[in-house]
């Protein structure tokens, strides 16, 4: 029950399968040839400039493409045509399929699994490596976790080539040329992890073909935001329109907002005592439905933009203020959230609690001018409490 800051506030980006392609293609990751298309008639055209068959892939940041039916062999460019007509508008697990990856098929004569992965718990990457790929991993470590070699990198020596050893040995690699592609491939991945700080970079399947060539089929690579003003070309890659339409204004707005699913819609001035709101909205019986962090200010601009970003949210039933007045007055919050309700009006129900310095003052200001709607609560708890029952 008890929120972890990290965990809420862990932003990372999500790259479509061509786009972690791409950066696998410029570390020497072998990857097949593909175009990018929007229409069928692209995606023909892309068929026949790559020439013989094609495999047709649905990009959508979910996986498990495959079973869904968003990935299917074509043999000509008519089929090609025919196969995107079919993936297009698809809804893969809620997400809407716009793009294809049209890539020159391979033949498979193996599927393995290699990933690298941050642990958080160990604050170190973690390389795994699998004959067993393909099937989703998490089942193999479930079912068949010997057959999962694993082995955690210290990021000061960086990976070295014992450890590249180790793993394909562990993994049961027994054909000579396949390891040394394999360990090749291993230390390439590690440095489009560490090169791009990826928080993971997954090749699901990474397959042998029959001529006993190893290449990337798949890719799953994810970026932590934060290094991204070190990545402008990865900034680029980012798909907006992709993103919940919440946290896009949210972003537009320079406001700290994170979307989960319950009724209470959440709003804070710092990410401690956010967490803990969190936390005692769950105790209270409730659940959060999203939460902003005004940082500091409580001025009427931010208050106006946290809560055009939380009231957006369908799912929210009421409001919770937690605010703690330090070097913010809680004066000066009051009347920022009394100039932001009239510049605009909330039908939510709104729970305050304002404590902290002019604490007092600052509910003096609210129990004289706040709206039906808006209660003033003296503690935290009470105040989630009757945020809790005023969402139910
Ligand atoms: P996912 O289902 O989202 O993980 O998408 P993948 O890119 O991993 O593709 C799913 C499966 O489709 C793979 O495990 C392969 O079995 C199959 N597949 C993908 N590309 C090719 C290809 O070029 N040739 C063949 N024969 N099968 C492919
Ligand atoms: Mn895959």
Request: aromatic share 6%; charged share 25%.
């Amino acid at each position: 029950m008890y929120a972890r800051a990290g965990e809420y506030t862990r932003a990372v980006v999500d790259l479509y399968e061509y786009q972690g392609k791409e950066l696998f293609r410029r570390y020497g990751i072998p990857v097949s040839e593909g175009r990018l298309a929007t229409t069928p008639e692209q995606a023909r055209a892309a068929a026949t400039e790559l020439g013989g068959p094609v495999v047709v892939k649905a990009q959508v940041l979910t996986g498990g493409r495959g079973k869904a039916g968003g990935i299917k062999l074509a043999a000509s460019p008519e089929e090609a045509e025919a196969r995107a007509r079919e993936i297009l508008g698809l809804d893969i697990r809620g997400h809407v399929v716009r793009r294809l990856w049209i890539e020159r098929a391979s033949e498979i004569a193996k599927e393995y699994y290699l990933s690298i992965a941050f642990d958080r718990g160990e604050k170190k990457p973690l390389l795994m490596l699998t004959t067993e790929g393909g099937v989703d991993i998490e089942e193999v470590a479930e079912t068949k976790p010997e057959a999962l070699s694993r082995l955690h990198v210290d990021v000061l020596e960086g990976f070295q080539p014992y450890q590249g050893r180790r793993l394909v040995y562990g993994a049961g690699i027994e054909d000579v040329s396949e390891q040394k592609q394999v360990l090749a491939i291993l230390g390439k991945l590690y440095e489009a992890f560490v090169g791009c700080d990826a928080m993971l970079c997954e090749i699901n399947p990474l397959i042998v073909t029959p001529e006993g060539e190893v290449k990337a089929l798949d890719s799953k690579f994810t970026v932590d935001d934060n290094s991204l003003y070190k990545h402008p070309e990865i900034a680029e890659m980012r798909d907006l329109s992709a993103a919940d339409p919440q946290e896009a204004l949210a972003r537009e707005r320079g406001v700290t907002y994170v979307k989960l699913d319950g009724e209470v819609g959440i709003l804070g001035n710092g990410a401690g005592l956010v967490m803990s709101t969190l936390d005692v909205i769950a105790l209270a019986g409730g659940r959060p439905a999203n939460f902003c962090d005004l940082g500091g200010g409580g001025d009427a601009e931010g208050v106006v933009s946290a809560l055009e970003v939380i009231t957006g949210d369908p799912q929210v039933r009421s409001i919770f203020f937690n605010i703690f007045g330090g070097i913010t007055r809680c004066d000066e919050v009051a009347r920022g959230i009394l100039a932001a309700l009239e510049r605009m009006p909330i039908d939510h129900p709104i729970v305050v609690r304002l404590d902290g310095t002019n604490a007092e003052e600052g509910r003096r200001i609210l129990a004289e001018a706040a709206p039906e709607n808006l209660h003033v609560e003296p503690t935290m708890l009470e105040a989630a409490r009757k945020a809790v029952a005023l969402a139910a």
